[in-house]
């Protein structure tokens, strides 16, 4: 046997043992003789770099970091599916029933595919002439990201099909963590005190942005075929569980738990039985799907819009659900080991009432941050105790960090709401320092961003960072502190540290400052999280001029107060107001007697009416420009 032939042979046994272990989970070869032909297989192909191929089992890992990611057009569109919310019986009758009226000739009791809805991420395979070329995540359906490095380090997902050769075949499925790949990992990373991952779906999310395929690799990722893209040179079967059938025969991992139900009294039961077993699976999903068998009545039935009329998602209860710490008790296990346990509001999740969630040990309370009081995520999964996922609700911390970046506060352009929901939900940022580690490698690897608009946001957080004590400490979101207040604290005590240990009495001495207010700074500062979040802050390189306070009763505005109405042509209201109280003015929403001058831009109405008839000084645009740029130039 020569080297060619030999190589064809190894490559043909690797990925026998391959299909064994990781899709039929049956192992056929003890793993020492496994890793012996594999080392073989890679000598050769360094022996002979002309015979190596990209679709040989030694070529999973191999690709460069990438810059980011490019933009695929999916040959066919990738559509979602209409979820039915009402009960099991409910649901499905509602399904059955449209697509039977829809049919009208219909064959009754309509034959259905009935699988599982798998809680991962869509991506399209695509195989020409049985090699994998490409593989793409969903986008907006129309367009997604070419992800085929990281895609290949997935072992169950062949790189060649066996007995297929179509000239295209598009295999659409979902990229999913098990279970216990995802417990391993966060096990992993606990002991190593590094962040754990909230949940299997952000896991398979976060594996497949990886820009570093090694990365990628370690992170231990499945694939479930449930559907097909473009195919070209294959004759289509007559159902789509013979389509599932035959992807399963090329050697593509097609889930079992699948069923062909006629009637919906047969869905109904396929629904009811997966709900008891929902927990002994070894991967997270979020319902069933039902399809209509027959893809001669699919092409009958066609879209709603951008869903399919012959399919439909039931889900199922879910499995993390918000609720409330009411307290955090150790509990000593039977081995004396220690395990901090939170306490909760009862909250339904994944079937159950549950009302403890274990938070594993000291240090993942402290990186977690869990207090008492706090709104956290619980999940549930299979028969583990339930976890504790993160420190408050994601909504929540979404709107902390738009606050926080908000054009009064610290002003990073850019950071819009679709973004930070992106960098929330992927667990890229859990507190506001956070950002201030954001890279444009990171940025950049997120959907729908070009490395251009990374490089800006990257550019406006380095911007934000100079910046003045108002604006910073309205920026913290202070319950009460408003914009107006926090300018005012800034100014008469002119340092952070005076606020920060000031009482609520020194804080009653400040204009404007009711007790309310006074305790709610008092009890924000006394929280050790924040304060840590301002020193983190503050060593990322956030400052502002610390004598703020002081300089501000010498500006040249100073205890004066403006009006601004009307409409203002070279500068946005925002931007006047800003500028006029860095001069020290006080810029205030109302006319009265106490108004110093009103700025009075087009087709300003009631404000310059009152001016006029208070006898207040009234400026025109060009002479507030005038002043602004005379006095700021002093
Ligand atoms: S079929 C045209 N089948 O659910 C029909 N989707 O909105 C295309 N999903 O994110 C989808 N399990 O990735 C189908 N067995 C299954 C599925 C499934 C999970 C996901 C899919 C997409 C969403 C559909």
Known sequence: MDAGQR???????????????????????????????????????????????????????????????????????????????????????????????????????????????????????????????QAATRGDGETGEDVTQNIRTIKSIPLRLRDCDAEVLEVRGEAYMSRKDFNSYNDKQRELGLATLVNPRNGAAGTIRQLDPALSAKRPLSFFAYGLGEAKGWTLPETHSAILDALKSFGLPVCDVRTVAKGAHELVAFHQRIANERDALPFDIDGV??????????????????????????KFPAEEQLTVVRDIEIQVGRTGKLTPVAKLEPVFVGGTTVSNATLHNEGEIRRKD????????????????????????????????????????????????????????????????????LDVATLAALERMAEKSAQNIVDALEKSKRTTLGRFLFSLGIRHVGETTAKDLARHFGKLETIMQAGAERLLTVPDVGPVVAQSIVGFFAEAHNREVVQQLRELGVHWDEHEGVTAQVLPLSGQTFVLTGTLASLSRDEAKSRLEALGAKVAGSVSKK????????????????????????????????????????
């Open 595 to 634: 108004t110093d001058c009103v700025v009075a831009g087009a087709e300003a109405g009631s404000k310059l009416d009152k001016a006029r008839e208070l006898n207040v000084p009234v400026w025109d645009e060009a002479a507030l420009t005038e002043h602004l740029s005379k006095w700021e130039n002093i």
């Open 289 to 314: 799907v039902y399809k209509v068998n027959s893809l001669k009545l699919q092409a009958e039935l066609g879209f709603v819009s951008r869903e399919p009329r012959w399919a439909v998602a039931h």
């Open 370 to 437: 869990v207090h008492i009081g706090d709104t956290v995520i619980v999940r549930r999964a299979g028969d583990v105790i339930p976890e504790v996922g993160g420190l408050f609700c994601a909504a929540q911390r979404k709107q902390a960090i738009l606050h926080f970046a908000g054009r009064r506060a610290m002003d990073v352009e850019g950071l819009g709401d679709k973004l930070v929901e992106q960098l929330v939900d992927e667990s890229i940022i859990h507190s506001l320092p956070d950002l201030y580690r």
């Open 7 to 133: 190589i064809v042979q190894l490559r043909s046994d690797i990925e026998r043992y391959d299909h064994n272990y990781y899709v039929l989970d049956t192992p056929s070869i003890p793993d020492a003789e496994y890793d012996k032909l594999f080392r073989e297989l890679q000598s050769l192909e360094v022996q002979h770099p002309e015979l190596l191929t990209p679709d040989s089992p030694t070529q999973r890992v191999g690709g460069k970091v990438l810059d980011g990611f490019t933009s695929v057009k999916h040959a066919v569109p990738m559509l979602s599916i209409r979820t039915e919310t009402d009960t099991e019986a409910g649901g499905a009758s509602n399904f059955d029933t449209r697509v039977k009226n829809a049919l009208h000739s219909a064959e009754d009791p309509v034959e259905y595919n009935c699988e599982l809805k798998f809680d991962g991420l869509a991506i399209n395979l695509r195989y020409e002439c049985g090699v994998l070329v």
